[in-house]
């Protein structure tokens, strides 16, 4: 998990770290976590390849919670 943190693509996130989403599946968690914390601009695009990395299955786990059990 550490080496993701190294990968260029972070550069478009303002938020660095474990968050807490409510979705009905992965990929749902992963586009609402993209859509609050992505830039919507950033000097190093270019060096991130524009993509959030939120979305990158090799940068970030999901971890399903039943409802009921979060906070």
Given at each position: ?71
């Amino acid at each position: 998990m550490r080496e993701s943190l190294a990968d260029p693509a972070w550069a478009l996130s303002w938020h660095i770290g474990p968050v807490e989403v409510a979705a009905g599946s992965t990929e749902e968690a992963r586009r609402c976590a993209a859509g609050r914390y992505t830039m919507a601009m950033s000097p190093n695009a270019q060096t991130a390849g524009g993509r959030s990395p939120w979305l990158e299955r090799d940068l970030v786990t999901v971890e399903l919670i039943p409802a009921g059990r979060g906070p």
